[in-house]
């Protein structure tokens, strides 16, 4: 079974982006080197540990708990973080077989958007971590518009619109003004769908906004849901989602 869509909104963390957890001790490693601090890696991969126990997730820490990466890790070495951000987009990967995904989307004719949770920075395309992950990755020209609880930024003409500013995916406010900007553009959100890992801020809030849904449980399955779709492999997307013609 398929169905037949105008727009696809992608979640960032978990979904499109690879950020498995292993990975954070080669960023520390390498921004201990690139610091000239290779002897403090083992106790700085040590003091991660510490912090992981104490929020619960990689997660947990980068999106409340970011501060901490530099006082406690690092010792607010002051280029820590700047060089910290670097290491995060070299080992940070676009999820196995999204490429390949993102361009069938296109040849059907479906536009793509990201829907991120960011909590941070947000301006001018290249100014957050997600808009550079996709400039880094060369996959922004599939994308349209980068939409977050700080804002919106159109990725073709980099105009940004902060409606958006202060909602949630959690709550669904975002939901709410997502449909109305795509109702403004002839897309109901019975045709467009949203596709992320978090029952309880991709799947249900936007569910109840008329979206369907596509759950994906490549990286983390946290709680079950009732998207349209569960999937484990982008490739599957294939088999799920066709343009509407004409
Ligand atoms: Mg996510």
Redesign the pocket.
Known sequence: MSIQVKWVGI?????LCDSSPERTYWMIGDTSKELGQPELIDVRCHRWRVLKERYGSW?AIKEGHRDEIASFVFDDHPDAMATFSIMEQKYTKVADGAMDAIKYLKEQGIEISVVA?LKRTFGPIGTDQVSRFLINQNIIDYFNELITPQGSVNLRDGYVDLKYKGSSKETGDLYDILAGDLLERGIKPSEAVIM???EW??ITPAQKRGFKAIQYIGFTYRAPSNAEFTIRHFSELKNILTGVKG
């Open positions: 979640d960032f963390g978990q979904t997660v949770e992320g890992d978090k801020s991709d």
